[in-house]
C-alpha cells in the first residue's frame, strides 16, 4: 500500500509530461502492465500538464462534451484557423470547433475512450504552440 500512495503523490506531483511519461515508463518496468484504473491517473495527469503548455484558456467537463477554450496567445498565429484544421483531422467525427468573439473553443464529444482523445487533441494543441509562429503586434 505504502508503494501505491507512493507512486499516487509521485504522478500528481510531476511538474512536466515529460518527466510523466519517464515516471510511466519505469513503473511500467516494475510492475508490466498497467492497471487501467493506473493508467488513467497517468493520463488524467498528463491532460492537467497538457492544459497549461497547450494555452487553454479553459476546460470545462459538460455531460455530454468537453469544451477546450482556447486561450488568446493562438489568435496571434498566422493561419491559426488551418493550421487548427489540419491538427484536427484525425478528430473530426468527434469535435465542432467554433470561432466566436476572437475565441476558439472546441467541443469534444465523449465517447467511449474520449479521454484518450482529449489528451490527444490537447497534444496537438501544445505541438500548434511550439512549432507556429506567433505574428507580430505592431
Not at 24 to 51: A, N, Q, S
Not at 94 to 101: D, I, P, Q
Amino acid at each position: 500500500d505504502s508503494d501505491r500512495i507512493e507512486l499516487y503523490q509521485e504522478i500528481f506531483t510531476c511538474p512536466s509530461t515529460e518527466d510523466l511519461a519517464r515516471i510511466k515508463l519505469k513503473t511500467r518496468d516494475i510492475y508490466g502492465k498497467l492497471p487501467e484504473e493506473v493508467e488513467l491517473l497517468f493520463v488524467k495527469r498528463d491532460i492537467d500538464l497538457l492544459t497549461r503548455e497547450a494555452k487553454i484558456e479553459k476546460l470545462e467537463d459538460k455531460p455530454k462534451v468537453m469544451e477546450i477554450v482556447l486561450g488568446s496567445r493562438y489568435m496571434n498565429i498566422r493561419g491559426i484557423g488551418n493550421i487548427l484544421f489540419e491538427s484536427l483531422i484525425p478528430y473530426l467525427s468527434l469535435v465542432k470547433v467554433t470561432y466566436a468573439n476572437n475565441v476558439f473553443k472546441i467541443l469534444l464529444t465523449k465517447s467511449d475512450r474520449w479521454i484518450f482523445d482529449l489528451e490527444n487533441i490537447l497534444k496537438c494543441l501544445v505541438n500548434i504552440i511550439e512549432h507556429n509562429k506567433i505574428k507580430e503586434v505592431v
